[in-house]
DNA sequence: ACAGATGTAATCATTCAGATTACTTAATGG
DNA sequence: CCATTAAGTAATCTGAATGATTACATCTGT
């Protein structure tokens, strides 16, 4: 959802656009635009202005947001969760696999990452934009 | 909650471990447990018998076992999940997203497994016999 | 001042993983 | 051979998380 929002302010080029939109086309409400905007904004991925005629747009060029950016601005939990009831203490691999675990998914969690960092917003935009073409092609 | 489960086995070296001991370890339900042993049969990971004096084993050496093959026993579905109300297709951007997401989410995804799959039960194993070395130093 | 937009709180709905109980099925030991 | 032990499995419950909805306060440009 994240970077579908951004994908359309990306293609609408600097343009001011409303929660209002943005729901439209993510197909939700506007509220829960709203929500993940102030994600964006303190990622200072988005800048917001309230009142008439206002709405959001990046803040930078879409060539300098990358995947990654956007996943950590809005995933605050990490992808491998800790389990609700702690393991048993009193057994040997009970007491210590949690610690074990964390380091490795950690690591798992920058691989991928890392991979996301490589596509940028740009990108997304370049793969709408063919999507765009095809479809005019075939129905002119 | 797998791994767990996979190294108190290969803790036990080839023994015969029951669901309740093992759900004694990760402190929850033997059913939840046995749930999980059936997904990792079907990967050929463990054996399970049933009967009086019965229980489940590693089928393979622990060096042999790898971190992504755990994972993809037991996530079936996908780690970045599809919208539950699908984007408007009457917009460019929401007529196309899902499908330019999903390449790229397969992707990170792949360098996920990629990074799980240096891992394997073994060097967990390891960890946990440090870890145990440790506690015996301190109270001897 | 007012219209249009965001910020934000409160509540509801849905989904999902795990928890629990209960019952059936199978294999082993005496 | 039968009693015991443990897995397979179904049904139901709970709690957490995410999104949906409604309502209202606040800000801003015309």
Redesign the interface.
Known sequence: ?A??VL??LA?KEGDRVTSKFLA?????NPVIVRRLLLSLQKARLVETCKGAGAGSRLSRSPRRIN?AEVYRSVEDTE?FAS?A????AD???????L???SR?FA??????????AR?TLAD?LA??KV??EC?GKKAP
């Open positions: 959802m970077v579908h994908a359309v293609y439209g086309s993510v197909n939700t995947l992808s389990p009831r702690k393991p048993n057994c040997p691999v009970g007491h210590c696999i610690e074990a675990l490795l690591s798992a969690q920058q691989a991928m990452e890392q991979d996301l596509t997304v793969a709408v999507s765009e479809a």
